[in-house]
């Protein structure tokens, strides 16, 4: 067993708790919050059900960017969406035997790894050359980009230009599911795209990319149009309207 | 407390890792003994650019009339295609063959065999064999 597969290994293990610690750790959070106030941005649904089909409509089809910009829609849609076909193929390093769909959808996940790369490099050339965003893009906001359009690229170079063993790559990851370490194959690209991949994990729970989550909780987007119909009253003000009423009656 | 603590947490670590590292029972897929001195390429860069290989073979031979032995399929078969009980050939792409069980461990396609035939020509011999490719 190589330094390097040890190495790999445990950073794999440690990102994959802070990813999943890290993530319950924030819905946590945003679940605690308190929203007392209705605030869902107008016109919106009057019941649940309504609710959910706007969910659905803002997590699949980004209908807020949609109606806010076509060109940062277009190509965030397109990256987005890349990469959940990417993600899905990649199962294929984690299931064995591989699911019949992850089989089925290999092809399509080939030629979204392009539009994911292409979207990201198209989202990046506008934090660059639009004078507004560049004025308000963070360090982060750049590097967020550079780290997503480098784990695709060197993906995308390892299909298509120099080739890993990828038999011995899906060892080594089913050998990290069951505890049962396997020797990784030490190609450059190979370590490089798991590194990146590693940090995107690490730092995935204390950064912008936490929209994942977050979109489901923003009250804007996830609340009835109400409040005619239902008194939405906090607890804290519970209580101010109890010795209210209670100082009226004397 | 801290101490047994950091104690435990470092025990209960090394000894994850030692168990870890003592497994080394190869999951994957088995292929069938390849027949044959050795292969045309290193088994490191068979195992990474055997389609490149081929489909550069392919080009050179299908579209351009270049016809060598090296890097032929027919020689892969040759040395690859195992016998079964009955000693008749077993097609490569049969599952839990030398092309099969790979290429479905990964979920990688194969279309080789659509036009090509998947056993080696009766009496051929594998190693140093003259394949028409």
């Given at each position: 067993m190589s330094v390097l597969t040890i190495l790999i290994s445990l950073l794999f293990y440690a990102s994959g708790l802070i990813l999943i610690i890290g993530v319950a750790n924030r819905i946590r959070i945003y679940w605690r919050t308190p929203s007392p106030l209705v605030i869902p941005t107008t016109p919106a649904p009057l019941t649940r059900t309504g609710v959910a089909a706007r969910l659905f409509g803002e997590v699949v089809f980004f209908q807020s960017l949609f109606r806010g910009n076509k060109w940062t829609w277009i190509l965030g849609w397109l990256f987005h969406f890349g990469m959940l076909l990417v993600l899905l193929r990649h199962l294929r390093y984690f299931t064995d035997p591989i699911w019949w769909w992850v089989d089925l959808i290999q092809w399509v996940g080939v030629y979204a790894g392009f539009a994911m790369v292409a979207g990201l490099a198209g989202l990046l050339v506008r934090r660059l050359v639009v004078e507004r965003i560049r004025y308000i893009?963070?360090?982060?906001?750049?590097?967020?980009?550079?780290?997503?359009?480098?784990?695709?690229?060197?993906?995308?170079?390892?299909?298509?230009?120099?080739?890993?063993?990828?038999?011995?790559?899906?060892?080594?990851?089913?050998?990290?599911?069951?505890?049962?370490?396997?020797?990784?194959?030490?190609?450059?690209?190979?370590?490089?795209?798991?590194?990146m991949v590693a940090t995107l994990m690490i730092i995935f729970p204390f950064s912008k990319l936490l929209h994942a989550p977050g979109v489901f909780f923003s009250p804007t987007r996830n609340m009835r149009d109400t409040p005619r119909e239902q008194r939405n009253l906090a607890d804290w003000a519970a209580k101010l309207d109890e010795t209210r009423h209670s100082g009226a009656g004397e | 407390m801290t101490t047994h603590r950091t104690t435990a947490f470092l025990l209960s670590g090394s000894l994850f890792l030692g168990l870890a590292l003592t497994a080394n029972a190869l999951s994957?897929?088995?292929?069938?003994?390849?027949?044959?001195?050795?292969?045309?390429?290193?088994?490191?860069?068979?195992?990474?650019?055997?389609?490149?290989?081929?489909?550069?073979?392919?080009?050179?031979?299908?579209?351009?009339?270049?016809?060598?032995?090296?890097?032929?399929?027919?020689?892969?078969?040759?040395?690859?295609?195992?016998?079964?009980?009955?000693?008749?050939?077993?097609?490569?792409?049969?599952?839990?063959?030398?092309?099969?069980?790979?290429?479905?461990?990964?979920?990688?396609?194969?279309?080789?065999f659509s036009c090509h035939a998947t056993v080696p020509k009766e009496g051929a011999a594998p190693a140093g064999s003259k394949g028409d490719s």
């Open positions: 893009s963070a360090p982060s906001d750049h590097l967020m980009l550079l780290l997503l359009l480098g784990i695709g690229l060197s993906g995308l170079m390892m299909k298509h230009l120099v080739h890993t063993d990828i038999v011995s790559v899906k060892q080594f990851t089913m050998g990290l599911i069951t505890f049962d370490w396997q020797p990784l194959p030490a190609d450059p690209l190979l370590i490089i795209h798991l590194l | 994957g897929p088995k292929i069938p003994q390849a027949r044959g001195e050795k292969c045309v390429e290193p088994v490191e860069m068979m195992r990474r650019n055997h389609m490149e290989f081929l489909k550069h073979k392919r080009d050179a031979t299908m579209r351009w009339g270049i016809r060598t032995e090296k890097h032929s399929l027919v020689g892969c078969i040759e040395c690859h295609a195992a016998k079964g009980e009955d000693g008749k050939y077993i097609p490569v792409n049969d599952p839990d063959q030398a092309c099969r069980s790979c290429h479905d461990y990964t979920a990688v396609t194969m279309d080789c």
